[in-house]
Every structure is written in C-alpha cells, then in structure tokens.
C-alpha cells in the first residue's frame, strides 16, 4: 500500500478541520505538550521502520531507500542523524559522520585512517529523504543518538569533534579518568548544564532548518552495562559539586549513596527530555516527539535510569517504543503489556526486532500482539537489500529478508485501508 502525497494532505487537513470544528477529540489534561497533539494523531497509523546511518552514503541510496519503504506501506522513517556526536545532516554544531564517507569494509575506528578524507559528502542527507518521502506521503522523524560521543579505539579525524574540543564534556570516574575508548560508546556527562544546553541547541537546529515531521530521541538513558559498576560514574568534582548543591549531599565519592546518586543522574536525564520539548521544539507543533526506550519499565527506570512513564504520563514525550527485540514472543507479550499499565497505550508503539527473526511470521506475530496499525521495524537492512556493510549477504538471508518483505506488504496492505 502506498500512501499517496494527495491522501497524505487530506489526512491532515482533516485533523485541522476537526480542531477548528470543535470535534471532541480528548486532550489529556496537565500535560504540556498533549496540549497540541490531538487524539486523532496518536490513533493514526505508524507503520514505522527506522533507518541507520549505515544504511546509505549517496542521494541515490536514499532514494532508492525511501522507493523501498514506500512500496512496502511504510508510513514514517526514523531517519538516522546523528550517531557519536557527528552528523549525517549539513550542521552548523557537528562534523559529517565519517559513515558516510568510508570505504565499504573498512571499520571505522579500527583501520588505519586517512587523515586526509574529504568527509563532505557533497550532498545533503536529510534534505534528499525529506523530500523523498514527502513526495511519497511518508513521514520523516529526525532519529538523534543523544548521549554516544564517539566509538571505537582510534580518536574522531575531524578536529572539530567534541572529543577534542570539549574534552571535559566526556564521562570521568571518581579518580578523574575519562571512560576509555572502546568497542562501546563513550559518552557524554548527562548531568552538566553545559552538555545539555549544547544537546537542545544541536536539536534546535535540526528543527528550525529542516521540514522534518518527528523528533526521536534514541540513546537518551545512562550506559550501565558499558560502564561496569565498580567506579563511580560520573565521579569527577564538578558533577559531585552539582549533585551536592541540588540535593544538599556533600558526601565524597567513597562516601557517596549510590541509590540516591542515581536517583539523580536519573532526574538530570529527565530534565534533558523535558528541556528539549520545551526549547528545542518550541514554535514547532506539528513535530511529534518520540523517544526510543528500554524494553521494559522496570528496567528502563532502575537499570538505564530512564524514567519514561514519567516522560509520557507528564506529558514531556508524545509517543514512546519500547525496544522490545526478540523472537520469543512471550516475552514480547509481557515487556509490551508492562508498558500497557502504566502509561495510556496510544502513547506506546511497540519496537520490533525484526533482525532477530527467521521469517515475516514471527514479526507479524508481534504485530499482532500489539497495536497492529501502529508499530516500528529495527531496521531497514533486516528487510530491504543495503549498502550496510554489517548486512549478511549470503543467498540465504537474500531469500529470507525477501520473503518478510512480501508478508509484511502484504500485512499492511490488508490492515492499512
């Protein structure tokens, strides 16, 4: 099914119309940005499918990437753009992510690299997919890796990286040692006035300069498997001297309550979340804001300090999803019905993993256990044929991301009228 530009317009047009009219559509009531997202939206279709920075480095990838999703139903792209503080966008703040530019094969942060690499693309990503699917009638969402700084063991090769230039900006432990580099991400210290402000500010461009129809906030929690717990993170003294002024706790680092300390660092993310709607989006009400989250609430809250039953029932956040990736549909069923009881479930839409299983079944199964009008695919190169140089490109999983590509059409072709 595809959704032309001429429906697309007259969808909208009728959610305007009924405003005007006085339809009756509910408004949650003491929740800020509810305020402006009507019912109607958050009933409408999202047959989603996010899209990694991997996954194109001409005008022509995105198009052909933009033709695919198109030709399967897929309503709205989470569209990559931004991954370890670089861009895949023309930014004023960041510098191009070398993705873009690589040779397929080479590993970024573990090849030798050229120094000399032009990184200019000489295109405009965003602005290439924007206006693809808007032709098409397909919504883009502006996809933004909030806390990486960068990944791997050799440094960034633009000087104008964070990484060089606000080196204190990069998680420290108690001892003052910045997280090292690795196969995982560094990240940046969530709790400084600073980070934040430069975050909203980096969001605040994207949508005053781009068409765009969503934000979505991915990486927006605390690393706690990456860190390990036996250091103190963040544990350097300007972040303890914050701590301190905020809650009144002038413990040392060895002293320090680590239960009330992340309750904290908690808070601080929250704070970022809620700053980005009213700043960053501030003068834009058609943009949706959405954030990608961890499988469960529990979990979210207590593990990755991810407080987003807050973010939704505070109405800091439009929509939520639940990244609940696995082909055990139990599971899927449990991790989605937690999220069901604490937050209204047409602020949930489900996140499919669809790289984890065998054939377009087991996704229409999760589709199914969900909301099937309205879920999100991880990713593109588990359905459609990439330049992703991580895709498996033997004939086998040619034929299978075939075959769920046939079924998941064909699924939304049927619920999709």
């Given at each position: ?16 119309v009924s405003v005007i009219a006085g339809s009756g559509c509910a408004i949650e009531r003491n929740s800020p940005r509810a305020t402006r997202i009507e019912d109607s939206t958050l009933r409408a279709d999202v047959f989603g499918l996010w899209v990694t920075r991997w996954d194109y480095q001409s005008a022509d990838e995105i198009r052909t990437v ?31 992510g070398e993705e873009l530019t690589s040779p397929r094969g080479e590993e970024i942060g573990v090849a030798i690299k050229n120094q000399n690499r032009v990184l200019d693309p000489g295109f405009d990503p965003l602005l290439v997919v924007i206006e693809e699917a808007h032709l098409q009638g397909v919504r883009v969402h502006a996809w933004l890796n ?272």
């Amino acid at each position: 099914m595809q959704l032309s530009q001429s429906m697309y317009l007259f969808v909208r047009m009728v959610v305007v119309v009924s405003v005007i009219a006085g339809s009756g559509c509910a408004i949650e009531r003491n929740s800020p940005r509810a305020t402006r997202i009507e019912d109607s939206t958050l009933r409408a279709d999202v047959f989603g499918l996010w899209v990694t920075r991997w996954d194109y480095q001409s005008a022509d990838e995105i198009r052909t990437v933009v033709a695919d999703a198109s030709a399967m139903g897929v309503t709205d792209l989470y569209w990559q753009v931004r991954g370890q503080g670089d861009a895949y966008y023309r930014s004023s703040f960041e510098p191009w992510g070398e993705e873009l530019t690589s040779p397929r094969g080479e590993e970024i942060g573990v090849a030798i690299k050229n120094q000399n690499r032009v990184l200019d693309p000489g295109f405009d990503p965003l602005l290439v997919v924007i206006e693809e699917a808007h032709l098409q009638g397909v919504r883009v969402h502006a996809w933004l890796n909030v806390m990486p700084m960068w990944r791997g063991k050799t440094l960034p090769i633009d000087q104008s990286h964070a990484l060089y230039t606000h080196p204190e900006w990069r998680l420290s432990d108690e001892t003052g040692q910045a997280q090292p580099l690795g196969s995982g991400y560094v990240v940046v210290n969530p709790v400084l006035d600073e980070v934040q402000d430069y975050i909203v500010r980096v969001v605040r461009d994207i949508v005053s300069r781009y068409d765009i129809d969503g934000v979505h906030l991915d990486y927006i929690r605390f690393l706690t498997d990456e860190l390990g717990k036996e250091k103190l993170y963040p544990g350097d003294a300007k972040s303890l001297s914050l701590y301190a002024r905020m809650v009144g706790d002038r413990a040392t680092a060895g002293q320090i309550n680590r239960t009330k300390y992340r309750a904290w660092i908690r808070g601080r993310i929250t704070n970022l979340v809620e700053r980005i709607g009213t700043e960053s989006l501030s003068g834009h009400p058609d943009v949706r804001y959405s954030t990608a989250v961890w499988r469960r609430p529990d979990l979210a809250k207590d593990q990755y300090l991810q407080d987003a039953v807050r973010w939704v029932n505070e109405g800091m956040v439009d929509e939520i999803m639940p990244m609940i990736y696995t082909d055990k549909d139990t599971q899927f069923e449990d991790d989605l019905e937690a999220w069901y009881k604490v937050v209204d479930r047409k602020r949930v839409i489900a996140g499919i993993g669809t790289y984890k299983h065998n054939s377009g079944g087991q996704t229409l199964s999760q589709v199914n256990l969900g909301h099937p009008r309205r879920f999100v695919l991880f990713a593109y190169s588990s359905i459609f044929e990439s330049s992703n140089p991580g895709q498996d490109d033997h004939q086998e999983m040619v034929r299978e991301r075939t075959l769920k590509r046939e079924t998941l059409t064909r699924f939304i072709d049927r619920v999709g009228h």
